[in-house]
C-alpha cells in the first residue's frame, strides 16, 4: 500500500519560504514580513512548476464569478424595478440583504478553508451560489427573492479567503505579491465586463435570463475548481516547527515566543491598517461618480466612464506593486510608502474641492485609482503573517472588518457630505491613510530582518543520492 497520502484539496501549512540569499531590504529574499525561512525541499520546487499559474487562474476565475454574482444586482436593479414594479427603496433592501449575507459568511468560508481546504470550499460555496443565483431568478414574490439574494451574497463569499489562501500556498514569497495582486485584478475585471455586459442583456433577455445566465458561469467555474484545484505542494517543515518550538535549533526559546507574540501584535495591527486603509476606498468609489456630477458639472455617463477608467488602471498598477514588494522583500516599508502619497493625494483632492477648481476631476480619479493600487498588499500581508493553517481565519477577518467598513461609511459619510460639502467628507476619510501610516507595522518587518542577518544560515538539505553497488 503506497504511502502517500491522497490529495483531498487541503493546503498543508505553508509558513513563508524562499531563496537562500538576500534581498536589497535586508530581508532575505523568500522571507515574508515574519521573516520565517526554511530550506528548498521538494514543496519549494513544486512551487516552481507551472502548475502554480493554473492554480493562480483558477482562484482569479472564482473570485471573479463570486463577485459579479454579488454585485450584478446593482447593474441589473433597473430591470429588475421594471419587471417587478418594485421602489427604489425596495431594491435597495434587496441588494443590502446580498450584502449582508456576504458580512456574515465571509469568516466562516476562511475557517471552512483551514479545516477543508481549499478545493472543497470553494466547488461547494460556488455551486451553492450557482443555485442560489437561479433560485432568485424564479422567486414567485419578494420574500423568496430576498431570501435567495441573502443565500447568493453568503454562498458567494466562499472565494475570497480560499482562493487568496490558495495563491499563498502555491506561489513562493517572493513571487506572492504580484500573484496575490493578480488574482485582486478579478474584481475590477469582472465589474467592467459586467457593467458592459449585463444591463443590455438584461435590457434585451429580462432580469431572469440575465441571473440564469450568472447561475450557470458559477456551476461551470465551480466544476473547473473541483476538477482541477489541489492543495499546495506538502513540505518537510515539521522540523523546523520542532526546532523552532523548543529551541534545538540552537536559539533561545523565550526569543523564540517572543518572536511569536511579536508576529501576533503585527497581525492585530494589520487587520487596522486594513480597515484604515479600505476606508477611503469605498467612500471614494461609492462618491466620485457623485462629486463629478454635482461639484464639477459632469453628464452621469461620462462620469461613470472615467470612474471605469480609473478602475481599470488599477488592473496595470496593483501587479507593478506587488512585483515590487517582491524584489525589495520588503512589503511594510513599501505599503508605508504608498499610504504617505495617499495622504499627500487626498490633501490635493481636499483644496480642489474646498477652492471649487476644475483640477479636482483629475485629482479624485487619481486618487480613486492610488488608493487602490497598494490594496493587495493587505491581504498577502496579513496571510504572511498567520499561520499556513490558519490563513483562511485571517483572511476571513480581514475581509468581514472591510466589509463592514463598506457597511457603514458610505452610510456616514454621505451624511458628512450633506451637511459640510465634499472637503469635509474627504477630509474625514484622508485621516484613514494617514493613521495607517504610523499603524503599518515596519518594526516588526525590519526587526525579522535583523535577527536573519544575526541568525546563522542553513545551507539546503542535501539531495539523497542513489546508493551505488559495491
Not at 485584478?185 to 459586467?194: D, G, K, R, V
Not at 526546532?243 to 497581525?267: H, I
Request: include cysteine; glycine fraction near 14%.
Amino acid at each position: 500500500m503506497s504511502g502517500e497520502a491522497p490529495d483531498d484539496g487541503r493546503q498543508r501549512e505553508n509558513p513563508d519560504e524562499g531563496r537562500h540569499g538576500d534581498g536589497p531590504g535586508g530581508v532575505r529574499q523568500g522571507e515574508g514580513p515574519d521573516g520565517v525561512q526554511h530550506g528548498d525541499g521538494p514543496g519549494d520546487a513544486a512551487r516552481e512548476s507551472p502548475a502554480r499559474w493554473v492554480m493562480m487562474a483558477l482562484g482569479l476565475s472564482a473570485w471573479a464569478v463570486g463577485a459579479t454574482a454579488i454585485y450584478q444586482l446593482s447593474l441589473l436593479l433597473p430591470a429588475l424595478r421594471s419587471e417587478r414594479d418594485l421602489a427604489l427603496s425596495t431594491g435597495g433592501l434587496l441588494v443590502g440583504l446580498s450584502n449582508c449575507g456576504l458580512a456574515v459568511g465571509l469568516l466562516g468560508w476562511g475557517i471552512a478553508a483551514d479545516r477543508f481546504g481549499e478545493r472543497a470550499v470553494m466547488a461547494w460555496g460556488l455551486l451553492l451560489c450557482g443555485l442560489s443565483v437561479v433560485g432568485a431568478s424564479l422567486a414567485g414574490n419578494l420574500i423568496l427573492l430576498g431570501f435567495f439574494l441573502a443565500l447568493v451574497g453568503l454562498t458567494a463569499g466562499s472565494v475570497y479567503a480560499p482562493s487568496a489562501r490558495l495563491v499563498m500556498g502555491w506561489f513562493p514569497a517572493r513571487q506572492r505579491g504580484l500573484a496575490m495582486s493578480i488574482t485582486q485584478t478579478s474584481t475590477p475585471l469582472s465589474a467592467a465586463l459586467a457593467a458592459a455586459l449585463l444591463p443590455g442583456f438584461a435590457d434585451t433577455h429580462g432580469f431572469r435570463a440575465a441571473f440564469v445566465i450568472m447561475g450557470g458561469c458559477c456551476l461551470v467555474v465551480a466544476l473547473l475548481v473541483a476538477l482541477f484545484v489541489r492543495g499546495a505542494p506538502p513540505r518537510d517543515e515539521e522540523a523546523t516547527e520542532t526546532a523552532a518550538t523548543d529551541g534545538s535549533d540552537g536559539t533561545d526559546r523565550t526569543a523564540k515566543l517572543s518572536a511569536e507574540t511579536r508576529q501576533r501584535s503585527a497581525l492585530r495591527r494589520m487587520y487596522g491598517v486594513s480597515v484604515l486603509l479600505f476606508l477611503p476606498q469605498i467612500t471614494l468609489m461609492t462618491f466620485t461618480v457623485s462629486y463629478l456630477v454635482d461639484a464639477q458639472g459632469w453628464s452621469t455617463s461620462s462620469a461613470g466612464q472615467a470612474m471605469s477608467v480609473a478602475l481599470l488602471l488599477t488592473v496595470v498598477t496593483r501587479p507593478i506593486v506587488g512585483h515590487r514588494s517582491d524584489r525589495i522583500g520588503r512589503r511594510l516599508g513599501l505599503m508605508r510608502g504608498i499610504a504617505v502619497v495617499n495622504v499627500a493625494v487626498m490633501a490635493a483632492l481636499i483644496v480642489c474641492a474646498a477652492v471649487g477648481t476644475r483640477l479636482g476631476s483629475a485629482v479624485v480619479l487619481l486618487a480613486v485609482t492610488s488608493l487602490i493600487t497598494g490594496s493587495g498588499l493587505i491581504a498577502t500581508t496579513v496571510a504572511e503573517f498567520a499561520k499556513g493553517e490558519r490563513r483562511g481565519r485571517a483572511l476571513g477577518v480581514q475581509n468581514t472588518l472591510q466589509n463592514g467598513t463598506g457597511v457603514v461609511a458610505p452610510a456616514v459619510l454621505g451624511g458628512a457630505i450633506g451637511v459640510g460639502g465634499y472637503a469635509t467628507g474627504f477630509a474625514l476619510i484622508a485621516v484613514g491613510p494617514l493613521l495607517a501610516a504610523f499603524l503599518i507595522p515596519v518594526a516588526a518587518e525590519r526587526a525579522a530582518g535583523a535577527a536573519k542577518e544575526a541568525a546563522p544560515r542553513t545551507p539546503p538539505p542535501p539531495a539523497d543520492r542513489p546508493r551505488t553497488a559495491p
